[in-house]
């Protein structure tokens, strides 16, 4: 039974296109994060949210919208995906935001052509 | 400007021989980090930690050592075991600001070679 979960797992679209990337956790967690992987292998913070509300943003274009439905569900949504949004995306959780482990979800690799 | 730097991109050790992989962070400020480690086509699971008020921790076969006043930190695996083979990475985090975003290094790729 996977903690953290991610679909689509490959995500392969046109430049131009709005795509959204699905994350679920089963862990009772409160705080969920989105994560970024480029080329160059820099896993950099983009958003987290705390019982679904914002607490970390850092600086995403605005084409970057997350949501949070509920504690265990947050959703990455992209519009107008560009050739440099091609990466790998992880969601991860933890208890709370003070908890030093994350809990990674298994990423989604996004390729825009 | 990247914060955190893992300078050796890969490392390869024989099976039973001691790995040694090295994190270097400029932010004085940090005072939690971690490592991480991660397998092919799986997200990065947690590792083992350390706090800015300690110099060692240790977790059965792994260890972390930090140097605050060099910025450094190491994590040690003794005895390697081929299935340590992956990609580390360690991250660091100004846990005082009560939310832990982490910033984390490109990773070093470790083969143990059996």
């Known amino acids: 039974d996977t903690a953290v979960s991610q679909t689509p797992k490959y995500l392969v679209t046109q430049m131009g296109n709005d795509k959204s990337i699905k994350c679920e956790q089963n862990?009772?967690?409160?705080?969920m994060y989105w994560y970024k992987q480029d080329s160059k292998k820099f896993l950099k913070i983009m958003f987290s949210?705390?019982?679904?509300?914002?607490?970390i943003n850092e600086t995403v274009p605005n084409r970057f919208s997350p949501k949070s439905p509920d504690k265990a569900h947050l959703n990455l949504h992209i519009n107008s995906l560009e050739l440099g949004d091609s990466a790998v995306y992880f969601c991860?959780?933890?208890?709370?935001?003070?908890?030093?482990?994350?809990?990674f979800g298994p990423g989604t690799r996004l390729t825009v052509l | 400007d990247q914060q955190v730097k893992q300078n050796s991109p890969s490392l390869s050790v024989q099976e039973g021989r001691i790995s040694i992989l090295n994190c270097d962070y400029t932010?004085?400020?940090?005072?939690?980090f971690l490592w991480y480690k991660k397998y092919p086509a799986e997200g990065p699971t947690f590792l083992i930690s350390?706090?800015?008020?300690?110099d060692k921790n240790e977790d059965g076969r792994f260890t972390v050592f930090l140097n605050k006043s060099a910025k450094h930190l190491s994590l040690h695996i003794v005895p390697s075991q081929p299935g340590d083979s992956a990609v580390y990475f360690c991250a660091a985090s100004e846990g005082a600001t009560g939310t832990y975003k982490y910033i984390f290094g490109t990773g070093t790729r470790l083969k143990v070679l059996a």
């Open positions: 932010n004085s400020m940090f005072d939690y």
């Open positions: 949210y705390n019982n679904k509300e914002l607490i």
């Open positions: 862990l009772g967690h409160d705080t």
């Open positions: 350390i706090s800015s008020i300690k």
């Open positions: 991860a959780s933890s208890p709370n935001p003070g908890s030093a482990e994350q809990f």
